[in-house]
Nanobody
Framework: VQLQASGGGLVETGGSLRLSCAAS???????????LGWFRQAQGKEREFVTT????????YYADSVKGRFTISRDNDKKTVYLQMNSLKPEDTAVYYC???????????????????WGQGTLVTVSS
């Protein structure tokens, strides 16, 4: 599975961005069988979990730092996962990575080690 993240950019504090992550069509996998997640890595820091969505879209989980501001969603027909980011803060500045893993229906993995496939990252910069 190849993932391509996009949508990053420069935004002012309080602004919004929507990130997208599209999975390439490849034989041997079905997008709807993947749990999907977003992670981020700020300069000089470890990569951290942001949010995840289960295969059946019924379960989502968010890091406390983004809860109420970020929303994850997926479109299985378009093979794409989205991250809507509102009320952005300077501390949200980071490279954002999408990730995927083939798993059971309701699993919402929250650690890096749970994921098998990773996108290349897209930079989000929030100016103060």
């Amino acid at each position: 599975v190849q993932l391509q993240a996009s949508g990053g950019g420069l935004v002012e504090t309080g602004g919004s961005l929507r990130l997208s992550c599209a999975a390439s069509a490849a034989s041997g996998y079905t997008f709807s069988r993947l749990a999907l997640g977003w992670f981020r890595q700020a300069q000089g820091k470890e990569r951290e979990f942001v949010t995840t969505i289960s295969r059946n879209m019924k379960s989502t989980y968010y890091a406390d730092s983004v809860k109420g501001r970020f929303t994850i969603s997926r479109d299985n027909d378009k093979k794409t996962v989205y991250l809507q980011m509102n009320s952005l803060k300077p501390e949200d500045t980071a490279v954002y990575y999408c990730a995927a893993v083939s798993t059971i229906l309701t699993f919402t993995p929250t650690t890096e080690h749970d994921y098998h496939y990773w996108g290349q990252g897209t930079l989000v910069t929030v100016s103060s």
